[in-house]
């Protein structure tokens, strides 16, 4: 009779912890790549989804580091309550871990500015820009609009990520439609931007949205590899104790992340 391994109760928290945030991830990276300005709320559940993934996995990787410091035994629930939510900070917290273990994890200032700015932008939706709506609607709001946020972030992506003949074509080709029913058409449409857009815009900004958002995946695919190794570089640690391993390995919960362009610009669904 083969018996059932008995794995430490922190084992199947942090097992539970990696669907959660897996999860998260890749449900709020689905909702990115199908978001558009005729169908806003999937902006909204990519930003609640991905900001709760990144902060999860950041507390999943100090919890481990704790760990490996301190014979297996899991911080204290005070300890966790002073990282916070601030994902920048998290990500710092992070690169402290991997410059003292000798890891390679880079700093957020490495990224280029449109990565900066993604990341900001999920940041402080997590911390308040996602109770914009309600807030302007009863007092007096210091956040950004976060869909603003987004329509500025795409307008920069746009120029710097895709070749303007790709652009053009779709100028072109959404002109030309536009042309045979505009005399006697009509539609009421509000942009990212809250502008009332144009017949031209309603057919232009999906189609430019869409080539934009492809690009975003990529970068936030590429945000997050680095994520994927030093969890692996972590769990290769623990598992060089003896005894049961008090924690499963956390990388694979992330075995879909490959910043491989070409998979990523055409795929749709993730994982």
């Given at each position: ?32 790549r199908a978001a558009g300005t005729h ?154 931007d809250g502008r009332s857009l144009s ?73």
């Open positions: 009779m083969v018996s059932i391994p008995n794995f430490p109760a922190s084992h199947r928290l942090l097992e539970q912890e990696g669907h959660l945030f897996r999860m998260c991830l890749t449900s709020g990276l689905t909702a990115l169908d806003k709320g999937k902006f909204y559940s990519a930003l609640f989804n991905i900001s709760i993934g990144l902060e999860r996995i950041c507390k999943s990787i100090v919890i481990i580091d704790r760990m490996l410091a301190n014979s297996m035994t899991p911080p204290t629930e005070k300890e966790m309550r002073t990282l916070g939510h601030n994902l920048i900070t998290l990500h710092g917290s992070v690169y402290e871990i991997a410059s003292r273990r000798h890891f390679v994890f880079p700093r957020l200032d490495q990224s280029d500015e449109i990565t900066i700015a993604l990341i900001q932008l999920i940041d402080d939706f997590a911390r308040g820009s996602r109770y914009h709506n309600l807030d302007s609607l009863t007092s007096k709001t210091t956040t950004e609009d976060p869909l603003h946020v987004w329509h500025q972030i795409l307008a920069e992506v746009l120029k710097k990520d895709l070749r303007p003949a790709s652009v053009r074509r779709i100028l072109v080709r959404v002109h030309e439609a536009v042309a045979t029913i505009e005399n006697n058409s009509i539609a009421i449409v509000t942009g990212l017949l031209q815009e309603i057919f232009t900004e999906p189609a430019l949205q869409d080539m934009a958002l492809k690009h975003v995946v990529l970068r936030l695919i590429q945000f997050l590899s680095p994520y994927r190794d030093i969890l692996g570089d972590l769990c290769r640690q623990v598992y060089g104790f003896r005894g049961m391993p008090p924690i499963p390995q956390m990388q694979e919960f992330l075995e879909w992340v490959w910043d491989d362009p070409a998979y990523v610009l055409r795929k749709r669904c993730w994982p």
